[in-house]
């Protein structure tokens, strides 16, 4: 049995969700690194943009994820979707147990982020928000692709049936509902 689930993604694919349920049914510890982040600096993603830019932000959650990998125990982590723009995020990503990427089509991006708000990279007025989720993830795929054991496209599937695969994938049974 695996002992540690790393999600890997787009925003809108579900990492938080489906972690929680994930690391709820497996009674494993959650991290979101996205929560961390704001946790660790006191502002949130969007105030960090604005105040340290894409590259503050960006270190910090390389520090962030570097701590969530290293600590013992098994768990449920889920990465936030620009992390993998780092080699470094990578490698430790690669290293960590086995990744999952939570791919989704840029309509269901859209649909589940809606018009963005809290959401920097949608919000800097770079053209509608299904056109920036499809470059986003375009320019990612390569990146996603590179540090994923195993893929699950969430288009078509409920949060339990995405937790229910990825339970899977760590060698849990899934007993249904809770």
Do not use: H
């Not at 990492?15 to 494993?28: D, I, P, Q, S």
């Not at 961390?36 to 994820?65: C, K």
């Not at 993830?137 to 054991?149: F, G, I, L, P, T």
Request: glycine share 14%.
């Amino acid at each position: 049995m695996a002992d540690r689930l790393v999600l890997v993604g787009m925003m809108g694919t579900g990492k938080t969700t489906v972690g929680n349920e994930v690391a709820a049914r497996l009674g494993w510890r959650f991290a979101d690194v996205d929560e961390l982040v704001e946790e660790g600096s006191g502002r949130s993603v969007p105030e960090l943009f604005a105040s340290v830019g894409e590259a503050g932000f960006r270190a910090l959650e390389a520090r962030w994820l570097a701590e969530s990998l290293a600590e013992s125990g098994p768990a449920v982590v889920a990465v936030g979707g620009g992390a993998v723009l780092d080699p470094g995020n990578r490698t430790r990503i690669c290293g960590a147990g086995t990744v999952v990427w939570l791919r989704a089509r840029p309509e269901t991006l859209q649909l589940r982020v809606g018009a963005g708000a809290g959401r920097p990279l949608l919000s800097a007025g770079e053209g509608e928000p299904e056109e920036v989720l499809g470059r986003l993830a375009a320019a990612r795929s390569r990146w996603y692709e590179e540090v994923a054991d195993v893929v699950v496209d969430v288009d078509d599937l409920s949060v339990e049936q995405v937790a229910q695969r990825v339970c899977a994938l760590a060698g849990a049974a899934w007993e249904g509902p809770r």
